[in-house]
């Protein structure tokens, strides 16, 4: 598992949201243990998020979010995508750094 060592399988089944729409990033911070992490940690998971290794996670990527903590997960739907980018987008740059990342899951 891509997470091995920073977040264990059982949190991060647990804070996976199945129904469309339902996808809170605060909760799913707070269920998988991933807010309570350092912040290399933190950074550690942004990488693996920043798929295309672009240094940001931009929307195409969100969108795919759940899917990188569990294979069967759902894709966020359009409005989780655009909720969650703007929650994180704090320069208004349409994307996601690692700053905003760390600062998101922190918050």
Do not use: H, P
């Not at 799913?28 to 990488?47: D, R, T």
């Not at 894709?75 to 740059?93: H, I, P, Q, V």
């Amino acid at each position: 598992m891509a997470f091995a060592g920073i977040l264990s399988d059982a949190d991060i089944s647990a804070a996976i949201a199945e129904a469309k729409d339902s996808f809170n990033y605060k909760a799913f911070f707070a269920k998988s243990g991933l807010s309570s992490k350092s912040q290399a940690e933190v950074k550690k998971v942004f990488e693996i998020l920043d798929q295309d290794k672009s240094g940001f996670i931009e929307e195409d990527e969100l969108k795919l979010f759940l899917k990188n903590f569990s294979a069967g997960a759902r894709e966020l739907s359009d409005s989780e995508t655009k909720n969650f980018l703007s929650a994180g987008d704090s320069d208004g740059d349409g994307k996601i750094g690692v700053e905003e990342f760390q600062a998101l899951v922190k918050a």
